[in-house]
């Protein structure tokens, strides 16, 4: 069973940046995705970002395309995620998971979640 701890919300103004961590319990660089989604209030669970195993390659939700970097370190079995150029619209509970696809559903593993606030 693989555990997911996320570090690094918090409370930033509009444009500001922010770095959030992802630590698991165990290696996951060869399965098929880890990534990076996120809820707001009253909204579905959205894809943000995965990179897909060993990380050959990396994949953007529309919305944070250009503002958001996901990087994974395979030694410390970490995944992270750079967020530069925040909105407040990326607001949310910020969750990082390990599975398949774009899908939440897909997703077998998950983090508690840390929050990300963004203010105006």
Known sequence: QVQLEESG????QAGGSLRLSCAA?????NRDA???FRQA?????????AIVRYGSSTYYADSVKGRFTISA???KNMVY?????????DTAVYYCAVGTGTN????DYWGQGTQVTVSS
């Open 9 to 12: 919300g918090g409370l930033v």
């Open 25 to 29: 319990s165990e290696r996951t660089y």
């Open 34 to 36: 880890r990534a990076w």
């Open 41 to 49: 209030p009253g909204k579905e669970r959205e894809f943000v970002a």
């Open 73 to 75: 370190d395979n030694t």
């Open 81 to 89: 995620l750079q967020m530069n150029s925040l909105k407040p619209e």
């Open 104 to 107: 939440a559903r897909s997703y």
